[in-house]
C-alpha cells in the first residue's frame, strides 16, 4: 500500500470516528424524541464548524475530510432538526394541557 493510500484512509477513519461519536447522541433524541439537554449553541457552533472545514476541504482537494465532514454535516442539521421539533411539539403540548379557567 502506499503512502498516498495510507494517508486517505486515515482520513476516512478519522471521519468515521467522527460520526460514530456522534451518532448514539441522534440515536437517543430519536428514541425519546427529546433534545433538551442538548445545546443549540452547541449544534450551531459545530455545523457552523463543518461547514468551514468542507470550505477548506474542497479548497484544498481533501476528498476523504469532504465525505466524512459532509456526513458529519448531515448528522448535526439532522439533530438540530429534530431538537426545534421535539421543543417545538412539547411548547405546544403544554399549552394544550395547561387548564382553561
Not at 503512502?3 to 447522541?25: D, H, R
Not at 484544498?60 to 454535516?73: A, E
Not at 439533530?79 to 394544550?96: N, S, T
Request: hydrophobic share 55%; proline share 3%.
Amino acid at each position: 500500500m502506499d503512502q498516498e493510500t495510507v494517508i486517505e484512509l486515515v482520513g476516512y477513519a478519522a471521519g468515521a470516528l467522527l460520526m460514530l461519536s456522534f451518532l448514539p447522541q441522534v440515536v437517543q433524541t430519536i428514541r425519546t424524541s427529546a433534545a433538551e439537554d442538548v445545546s443549540l449553541w452547541m449544534l450551531v457552533i459545530t455545523f457552523g464548524s463543518t461547514v468551514l472545514y468542507e470550505i477548506y476541504a474542497a479548497m484544498l482537494g481533501l476528498v476523504p475530510v469532504l465525505v466524512m465532514n459532509g456526513v458529519f454535516g448531515l448528522l448535526v442539521a439532522l439533530e438540530i432538526a429534530l431538537k426545534l421539533r421535539f421543543e417545538r411539539e412539547a411548547r405546544e403540548a403544554d399549552v394544550r394541557d395547561r387548564p382553561t379557567g
